[in-house]
């Protein structure tokens, strides 16, 4: 029997996802606010999910467009209302899927956003610098290091144990989309920032548990209830660095630093395969899109510094 109301379609079909696909839980978040936010399209014209057929998912999506919202936003939202009617066909809830002929938009290709060597070195050398205490500064150095040495993706970083770094090693286990573990080697200027880091924090660690406060399990311990730092933390904090540095904040996210990673180990002749592992990539077409950064690269480089390309 289908549930009676949209909260309880939503909640039921993300609980299967995380259990049958092992869904990462930034995919469960998205799936939730993508299918909230049609729940409410159609309550606002007196549907529900049970109700709604092709031409309301079609309506929904041209509400989408008429707000401006990007092609890729709109093709993961048909993407998540596809998955959810597949299961609730799938549970008997519906006899069809009214939204499984239905053409997505597109995702628009562009080329990642990534940062010269040079830049990297300049963020690096500013993060030394960004923090009112030295162990904010080691804190920082480290994360950045270990950024552009791995290439993690942020949420990995953050919810990095401080178990898999003990004892210096040259590798890590990262745990990352789906529970999927891998290993990522450390450079030495990582190793060594790392090392600063970790005693510097065990000292305060060993501090606040004289004071009968429990011990971080994470790398980078935060404040809040997920007990490290914040995925928005860091957001914020490479802003800042970014402008210590002399370089656009617009251009600086932990993602453009994880493409920076992947794009300059091909530019030093890393085969494709070793990047796809080392980025987590499931399909390698996805890690091929670094070979095309890499052309436009070297295209511009050729424009703006070859004499005949002048104008």
């Known amino acids: ?101 239905i053409s997505g938009p597109g995702a628009a290709k562009s080329l990642p956003k990534t940062l010269e060597v040079a830049e990297v070195a300049r963020l690096i050398e500013a993060a030394r610098n960004k923090g009112r205490t030295d162990e904010e500064r080691l804190r920082n150095t480290a994360l950045l290091e270990l950024l552009y040495a791995t290439g993690m993706r942020v949420s990995e970083l953050v919810e990095l144990p401080v178990a898999a770094l003990r004892g210096d090693p040259a590798m890590i286990l990262v745990r990352g989309k789906g529970g999927k573990e891998r290993m990522v080697p450390l450079s030495t200027p990582a190793r060594a920032a790392l090392r600063a880091w970790l005693t510097v924090r065990d000292g305060a660690e060993e501090r606040a548990r004289k004071s009968g406060i429990a011990p971080s399990r994470y790398l980078f311990p935060g404040p809040g209830a997920a007990g490290h730092l914040t995925r928005q933390h860091l957001h914020l904090m490479l802003k800042d660095i970014s402008v210590l540095a002399g370089i656009s904040p617009s251009k600086v996210t932990p993602h453009t630093l994880r493409h920076a990673f992947a794009t300059h180990l091909l530019a030093g002749g890393a085969d494709l395969r070793v990047i796809q592992t080392l980025l987590g990539h499931a399909d390698l077409a996805t890690t091929e899109i670094y070979t095309h950064v890499l052309d436009e690269h070297l295209k511009s480089l050729v424009l703006d510094h070859h004499p005949l390309a002048r104008k």
């Not at 109700?51 to 998540?80: F, M, Q």
């Open 1 to 101: 029997m289908a549930p009676s109301t949209p909260e309880q379609w939503i909640s039921t079909f993300l609980a299967a996802t995380a259990a049958e696909l092992d869904a990462a839980r930034n995919t469960q978040l998205a799936y939730g606010r993508d299918l909230k936010d049609f729940a409410d399209w159609l309550d606002r014209r007196g549907l529900t999910f049970a109700a709604a057929d092709r031409g309301a998912v079609e309506g929904y999506l041209i509400s989408c467009e008429a707000a401006g919202l990007s092609k890729a936003t709109r093709a993961r939202r048909l993407s998540s209302i596809r998955q959810l009617y597949r299961f609730a066909h799938e549970e008997g809830w519906r006899e069809d899927n009214p939204a499984l002929r």
